[in-house]
């Protein structure tokens, strides 16, 4: 949170596009400062003997605001994949095109794996 604040992502969040952006308990108490344009699971009200029903009401917030999350938690697990990009000591005019073909290379084995998935 403080790195994003440095940046200046909290000004930007705030006085930017009215965009919502889904991020994860590590940036609880951004939603605020960016006008609820930072969306994170639910804060825990109760530490000590909760009521059935808050406990209840919060998993079902956590678990829809996970599903939305989970394709990013997805595209960064693909990326993180492939470190190679990481690494990379070639010619920064042709990371483009790195990137380009690491993008193809992961749509055409979603793609496959979809297909034989359709054929079970």
């Given at each position: 949170m403080t790195h994003a604040r440095k940046l200046g992502l909290v000004k930007l969040l705030a006085n930017g596009p009215a965009?919502?952006?889904l991020a994860d308990v590590g940036y609880q108490g951004l939603?605020?400062?960016?006008?609820?344009?930072?969306?994170t699971p639910p804060h825990?009200?109760?530490?000590?003997?909760p009521p059935e029903w808050y406990e209840e009401m919060r998993e079902r917030q956590r678990k829809a605001h996970s599903s939305r999350r989970i394709r990013v938690e997805h595209g960064i697990d693909?990326?993180?994949?492939?470190?190679?990009l990481?690494?990379?000591h070639g010619r920064r005019?042709?990371?483009?095109?790195?990137?380009?073909?690491?993008?193809?290379?992961?749509s055409h084995q979603q793609t496959a794996t979809l297909g034989s998935g359709a054929k079970t």
């Open positions: 965009v919502g952006i939603g605020a400062q960016t006008g609820g344009r930072l969306v825990r009200k109760f530490k000590k003997n693909h990326l993180k994949n492939w470190r190679a990481a690494r990379h005019e042709h990371m483009s095109d790195i990137t380009q073909a690491v993008a193809a290379l992961l």
